[in-house]
């Protein structure tokens, strides 16, 4: 799997995704649209943006690395510092560009462009859908055709010239009222079977987003749970993470073990947090008063 597969793969299921010491994918969600112009209607997207300011490592991306090649997260960071190397080598002469995502490049003051690709959509919900154009409805030629039509009879009153044309503008108005109608609803009845055929397809899971990416998860629970976790330690002694919980919680933090990690080794946390943006926030005042190897782990506990 390339380094460009781990990054599409998150960003359908995480609204931000850092590559540490580069910057950071943020995206944001776009309703649809209507083009007025050229009558062309675009599904709901998520429009991809690119920060460098977002730098510090979250554990998302190393993560995910370190669990689809089964290495270890140190591993997983030292293969992220060298792709980063290189970006930053080949951005001196070239544009990166990273697959079905975008591309970078540096303009002439050095700062990062980021151009997204037009293509890709990371909006789960409306996965398949895809742009649909219809033609306009020509109202006023059909009232101008009226206007300009002449009495069957020749030698009839001005007066019944008039009601003639009238009543043939609003029976060719109405038609065109009544197509436009049936075009809307064509349209409608259009996006309804794509956004089934898409729930369809969420709920049998019969689209993959990558392997190894696991299954999306999209019912809804009563509580949110609290999935984001900030990482104190992981001990080979069940003693030391009992030490350093209590060490811990002695200074007030929510402290709990969570449980082993794949290589035995017992987790300790800081504190677990229901929403991604406020672990992220905690995470950097832990490691700016506490310690700077603190790091977050997203993890579903049973």
Do not use: C, W
């Given at each position: 799997m390339t380094f460009a597969s781990y990054i599409n793969d998150l960003l359908y299921r995480y609204d931000c995704v850092i590559i540490p010491g580069f910057g950071g994918f943020v995206t944001n969600a776009i309703s649809a649209k209507v083009n007025h112009f050229s009558h062309t209607f675009y599904p709901p997207t998520k429009q991809i943006t690119f920060n460098s300011h977002l730098k510090?490592?979250?554990g998302l991306l190393a993560n995910y690395i370190a669990s689809s090649e089964n290495i270890s997260f140190e591993k997983a960071s030292e293969k992220i510092n060298?792709?980063?190397q290189t970006w930053n080598s080949q951005l001196k002469t070239e544009a990166v560009v990273i697959d079905k995502?975008?591309?970078?490049?540096?303009n002439k003051e050095n700062?990062?462009?980021f151009e997204p690709n037009s293509e890709s959509n990371y909006l789960i919900e409306t996965f398949g859908m895809s742009v649909l154009s219809s033609p306009a409805v020509k109202r006023?030629?059909?009232?101008q055709q009226a206007t300009k039509l002449t009495p069957v009879v020749a030698k009839k009153s001005s007066s019944s010239f008039i009601k003639y044309a009238a009543v043939a503008a609003i029976f060719l108005t109405v038609g065109a009222i009544g197509w436009y109608s049936v075009q809307t609803?064509?349209?409608?009845?259009q996006y309804a079977k794509q956004q089934l055929n898409v729930e369809k397809k969420i709920q049998s899971a019969t689209f993959?987003?990558?392997?190894?990416?696991?299954?999306?998860?999209?019912?809804?629970?009563?509580?949110?749970?609290?999935?984001?976790?900030i990482i104190a330690g992981a001990f080979k002694f069940p003693e030391n993470a009992e030490k350093k919980l209590r060490q811990l919680k002695s200074k007030g933090f929510k402290a709990e073990i969570i449980g082993k990690n794949k290589w035995g080794l017992t987790q300790v946390t800081y504190s677990s947090f229901?929403?991604?943006?406020e672990a992220y926030k905690n995470l950097e005042k832990i490691r700016d008063i506490y310690s700077e190897d603190a790091w977050m782990l997203i993890k579903k506990l049973h």
């Open positions: 510090n490592n979250d060298e792709v980063v995502v975008g591309s970078l490049s540096l700062q990062l462009i006023l030629e059909y009232q609803n064509q349209l409608k009845e993959v987003i990558g392997d190894p990416l696991p299954t999306i998860q999209l019912n809804v629970a009563k509580e949110t749970p609290k999935n984001f976790h229901k929403t991604r943006a």
